[in-house]
């Protein structure tokens, strides 16, 4: 059973930083694009960020420069480390794996996906 399990989310205020792990498991992710993407109440769903296996990635450009994107490929877990938060970053974060770093980076479709995890930012 494949399973993508994020970690880091929560309260914080405007200005500070968050980092959000998610660890995927059940089956191999060789090959594989990994990312977040978010969802705000009342907005369509954002990717925020993709990286492919190969290390090749995706910002959106309200995230440019304060968002930060990893991967460990021997452990299978992807990173995202948020900085400089402000109000409008308030969202359910997903984390998401998916054959296709194209199809990823759309936030609208890939082949596997997490629970999700609140993160808020106060003003």
């Known amino acids: 059973q494949v399973q993508l399990v994020e970690s880091g989310g929560g309260l914080v205020q405007a200005g500070g930083s968050l980092r959000l792990s998610c660890a995927a498991s059940g089956r191999t992710f060789s090959g594989y694009a990994m990312g977040w993407v978010r969802q705000a109440p009342g907005k369509e769903r954002e990717s925020v960020a993709a990286?492919?296996?190969?290390?090749?990635?995706y910002y959106a450009d309200s995230v440019k420069g304060r968002f930060t994107i990893s991967r460990d490929n021997a452990k299978n877990t992807v990173h995202l480390q948020m900085n400089s938060l402000n109000p409008e970053d308030t969202a359910v974060y997903y984390c998401?794996?998916?054959?296709?770093?194209?199809?990823?980076?759309?936030?609208?479709?890939?082949?596997?996906w997490g629970q999700g995890t609140q993160v808020t930012v106060s003003s």
């Open positions: 998401a794996a998916g054959r296709s770093f194209s199809v990823l980076v759309t936030g609208r479709s890939t082949d596997y």
């Open positions: 990286i492919s296996w190969s290390g090749r990635i």
